[in-house]
């Protein structure tokens, strides 16, 4: 057997010097605000706390743009795993990141509501804020739940890959998908892992994921591996599984 074609979704993408950049620059100002507002709590101003944590939220996101894998503990080898086909290999996605994101959205949400019960904006103003502070603290509960459950996972087999979140899961047929790509909307929005899927409509968020990454379905997790490198594994296992069903109907007796 040939060993599978390697996708250009493979190759390592160079990480953008400009991103870097704007993000220590934000991790510098937000270090700089979280001391002052440090001073600000020690000098009893109320307004100390929401500052402090608004900036240590910015510290923190800059943190994890500059080192994206730091919330992942378990790494993975994606040749290693493919060794081990045809499975089933299951991958699960780290809970500490889910924790971190759950405890980053409900500080955003709690500094909002504090803005809007203390100090009232303009009614144009709470109109953005209102919502806001909702979708953080609704956010930060459903990461929290994920979290505590602890079962996302990604299971590859013969016949195709699974996706499990806490509430729900996907199965699709290797010979329903296109090959797997790596797409970055824009250098502040994290990469994602797009490819097609012929069972999904074509209207709906379907539609809205085509418009916008080019395909109609993505995967937003990595399970320990790069993105690059996970988009390889899944194209590789893809080609020997579809290989495997075009030797099988080529024999004489499956005709």
Request: aromatic share 8%.
């Amino acid at each position: 057997m040939t060993p599978p074609p390697t996708s250009r979704a493979s190759d390592p993408a160079p990480r953008p010097k400009r991103t870097n950049l704007f993000a220590c620059a934000c991790l510098a100002i937000g270090l700089v605000f979280v001391f002052l507002g440090t001073g600000m709590i020690l000098d009893g101003a109320e307004a100390g706390i929401p500052v402090t944590l608004f900036f240590g939220l910015c510290a923190a996101v800059a943190i994890l743009q500059i080192w994206p894998g730091l919330l992942q503990r378990e790494t993975h080898c994606a040749e290693a795993l493919l060794a081990q086909y045809p499975g089933p290999v299951q991958l699960k996605a780290a809970a500490l990141k889910r924790w971190v994101f759950s405890l980053l959205s409900a500080v955003f949400g709690g500094v909002l509501l504090w803005m809007l019960l203390h100090e009232p904006p303009p009614l144009l103003k709470q109109l953005i804020l209102w919502p806001g502070a909702l979708l953080s603290l609704c956010a930060a509960a459903t990461l929290l739940v994920r979290a505590a459950k602890d079962d996302t996972y990604l299971r590859l087999s013969r016949d195709g890959f699974e996706t499990r979140l806490a509430w729900n899961g996907k199965t699709i047929r290797w010979q329903d998908t296109s090959e797997f790509a790596v797409v970055s909307i824009s250098r502040n929005v994290p990469k994602l892992i797009v490819f097609d899927d012929a069972a999904v409509d074509r209207a709906g968020a379907a539609g809205l994921n085509r418009r916008f990454v080019g395909r109609n379905s993505s995967l937003a997790e990595t399970y320990g591996l790069t993105h690059e490198a996970l988009a390889e594994l899944l194209n590789a296992w893809r080609a020997r599984a579809l290989e495997q069903d075009a030797m099988f109907a080529r024999q004489p007796e499956n005709r």
